[in-house]
């Protein structure tokens, strides 16, 4: 399996510096390296704090999950923090949808079958992007002309939800895809996967964790404040402010762009409306925050996957016989 992802985390990581190339180059690379020189590297402790405190607010949504859908039977809480961390490492996947590695490690843990668990990964990006929403809403009043773009992408939000829930309709559709070639093998796994989604949607489980997820993605906002402090840019509550709604819209329209992380959108997202709303802070300047907010977020969680899941590779090494013996679980019942 580390062989595998190897190639596309190399991948991935040339990409992320020919987007810092590129950016470097366009915005002025002495500028650039000016603003670098004089950022205030004492912040970095409040920066990765913060960070961890996403990462730490996020894992403990994927545990409630896990337990809630009593899919967590011989996972201590040790393997949880684990097996969550190392699915950062396919943050650089489109969308983040590579995440459903933990599914498959999970898998290899207890035997719970993928299917029933990959939807707890579609969930987690649900509840992400419900909680960036929410934090991109806070900081309208900085930019007002992204309330068109907010207001979508909220009613796309709230459609797709109410679709899912809407049990004729997905029962209809997967009705159809039976019908097709091929179907007949396909429908009985997108049925696991829709009836654990169902469970996860329901609006007490989808309170709560949207709740987690709002708190833990303020978490990399702050981070992004004190990036901006780090530059010379004067504290307030305002900046805090734009720092929320940039990072937000900055990683929304990462996400909805569905490139590998992300990259080149969110990077030049973040810069631009960095320039437009902080007075006085140069594109080099911006350009120097960006990257560092996304080195100290996207890739210091990269890295941290990686040493997670050598680790759990380690722990658990893939042994058909161990999962095939493993005891059933009850992946529909929910407490």
């Known amino acids: 399996m580390l062989a595998q992802l190897r190639g596309k985390i190399v991948i991935a990581v040339l990409?992320?510096?020919?987007?810092?190339?590129?950016?470097?180059?366009?915005?002025?690379?002495?500028?650039?390296?000016?603003?670098?020189?004089?950022?205030?590297?004492?912040?970095?402790p409040a920066i990765l704090g913060f960070t961890l405190l996403n990462y730490i607010g996020r894992w403990l949504k994927w545990d409630f999950y896990l337990r809630h859908m009593k899919m967590g039977q011989g996972v201590n809480v040790a393997d949880s923090g684990l097996l969550f961390t190392s699915g950062m490492v396919m943050a650089v996947t489109p969308g983040k949808v590579g995440e459903v590695l933990k599914s498959f490690l999970l898998r290899r843990m207890n035997g719970t079958p993928v299917t029933a668990s990959a939807p707890i990964v579609l969930a987690e990006r649900l509840t992400d992007g419900l909680a960036m929403l929410l934090l991109m809403g806070l900081g309208l009043t900085v930019y007002p002309p992204a309330r068109p773009a907010f207001i979508a992408l909220v009613a796309l939000s709230v459609a797709g939800i109410i679709a899912l829930q809407f049990r004729p309709l997905c029962a209809?559709?997967?009705?159809?895809?039976?019908?097709?070639?091929?179907?007949?093998?396909?429908?009985?796994r997108l049925t696991t996967v829709y009836e654990s989604m169902h469970q996860l949607l329901s609006f007490r489980l989808l309170l709560i964790t949207t709740l987690i997820s709002l708190i833990s993605w303020f978490g990399e906002c702050v981070a992004m404040y004190y990036v901006?402090?780090?530059?010379?840019?004067e504290p307030s509550w305002h900046l805090l402010l734009?720092?929320?709604?940039?990072?937000?819209?900055?990683?929304?329209?990462?996400?909805?762009s569905f490139l590998p992380g992300g990259l080149g959108v969110s990077?030049?997202?973040?810069?631009?409306?960095?320039?437009?709303?902080?007075p006085g802070l140069s594109f080099g300047a911006a350009t120097v925050a960006t990257l560092i907010i996304r080195f100290c977020t996207l890739w210091f969680g990269v890295t941290l996957g990686a040493l997670a899941l050598a680790l759990l590779?380690?722990?658990?090494p893939l042994d058909a016989q161990r999962?095939?013996?493993?005891?059933?679980?009850?992946?529909?019942e929910t407490r």
């Open 15 to 44: 990409l992320g510096l020919a987007v810092v190339l590129v950016i470097s180059l366009v915005s002025d690379i002495k500028q650039v390296g000016a603003s670098f020189a004089s950022f205030d590297r004492s912040v970095l």
């Open 172 to 188: 209809r559709i997967l009705a159809l895809v039976g019908r097709v070639p091929g179907g007949a093998k396909l429908a009985p």
């Open 228 to 233: 901006l402090l780090g530059l010379g840019v």
């Open 242 to 256: 734009v720092a929320t709604f940039v990072f937000a819209a900055s990683t929304l329209f990462g996400l909805i």
């Open 267 to 278: 990077e030049a997202s973040s810069t631009g409306l960095l320039v437009l709303l902080v």
């Open 313 to 316: 590779s380690r722990r658990y």
């Open 323 to 332: 999962v095939a013996n493993a005891p059933p679980l009850n992946t529909t």
